[in-house]
């Protein structure tokens, strides 16, 4: 079995792929490990969870967070 240094010096390769953008990425779980990288990430809000959506890479998963913290445009401004 390997260890969580394994994952971080990145001598593990790629376990899964991302459900957003398909890059892939070592999944701690997948790969054996006690704990998944994600598992020390914040949770996303109910609103942000994409059903049927699997996994996603550490770059998507800090995308997908940074768009709920996106403010809001003011009431009655036009969006895009």
Known sequence: MSDARTVLT???RPVEHCS???AGFVCGYVAGLPE???ASQPL???RQIVP???C???ACL???????QAPDPPAGTPAG
Do not use: F, Y
């Open 10 to 12: 990145g001598q593990l």
């Open 20 to 22: 957003r953008c398909g």
């Open 36 to 38: 998944c990288w994600c």
């Open 44 to 46: 996303l809000p109910a």
């Open 52 to 54: 049927g959506q699997h």
């Open 56 to 58: 996603l890479c550490p």
């Open 62 to 68: 800090a995308a997908r967070r940074s768009e709920d």
